[in-house]
């Protein structure tokens, strides 16, 4: 089955900063992949997708790449702000009715 | 609307006692799930359904009892809990194809 790593487990920066966070994946039939942002006492939110025709894609402050040929892809948040402060989990899918496997999450923090 | 709404956001409950998670999205989702969550971990899957019937079942022991009345509404049924199934119990929904899910606020379970 697809196995998705995600680094770092924590992630502490001061506001202004980027944040860049990494994952990779196992299965080279993965097509989808998708970032949720976990607020505390909150569900997922899902807040930038990419799919493996595309290599880049940015929605404002945040950032995603795809690299098909390495297996990898990253979430890139420029310009941090406190309110970025969260858990972030990366996920890998083949679409469908295939389940997407998340990465362990990463705790954002991010210092005014 | 655009949310998946979860009721109750949080529930005690004894070990004997019997008790119901409700979701409900009005989004056309034809996929609805159930995740559970504990802290600093990713969400891990309980249960598919798809059209409105189950789809997956990860082996989910059966004081766990899912339920669809219809295309819009997911319960979970809870029966002779165990301390250890404290946690956040999530709902999702998604369209087919490659898109993300929706996730509920969810809701606290404790065991007690």
């Known amino acids: 089955g697809e196995n998705v790593e995600q680094h770092p487990s924590t992630l502490s920066v001061q506001e202004g900063d980027s944040a860049v966070i990494k994952c990779t994946y196992s299965?080279?039939?993965?097509?989808?992949f998708p970032w949720y942002k976990q607020e505390l006492g909150k569900g997922p939110q899902l807040i930038i997708d990419i799919r493996s025709n595309v290599g880049e894609k940015k929605d404002q402050r945040i950032a995603v790449t795809l690299n098909k040929t390495a297996k990898h892809f990253s979430l890139h948040i420029t310009e941090t702000q406190p309110e970025d402060s969260a858990v972030y989990f990366c996920?890998?899918?083949?679409?469908?009715?295939?389940?997407?496997?998340f990465g362990r999450g990463t705790s954002l923090i991010v210092h005014p | 609307d655009t949310e998946v709404t979860q009721t109750p956001k949080h529930l005690v409950m004894g070990m004997t006692n019997k008790k119901s998670l409700k979701c409900e999205q009005h989004m056309g989702h034809r996929a609805m799930y159930w995740y559970k969550q504990k802290a600093k971990k990713p969400p891990e899957l309980m249960f598919v359904y798809s059209y409105e019937k189950l789809s997956i079942n990860e082996s989910v022991p059966s004081r766990f009892s899912p339920e669809c009345p219809n295309s819009s509404l997911l319960n979970l049924h809870l029966h002779a809990l165990q301390p250890e199934d404290s946690a956040l119990y999530l709902c999702a929904s998604s369209q087919e194809g490659l898109y993300g899910y929706t996730f509920g606020s969810g809701t606290r379970l404790t065991v007690v």
């Open positions: 996920a890998a899918s083949k679409g469908g009715s295939y389940i997407p496997t």
């Open positions: 299965d080279s039939a993965s097509n989808y």
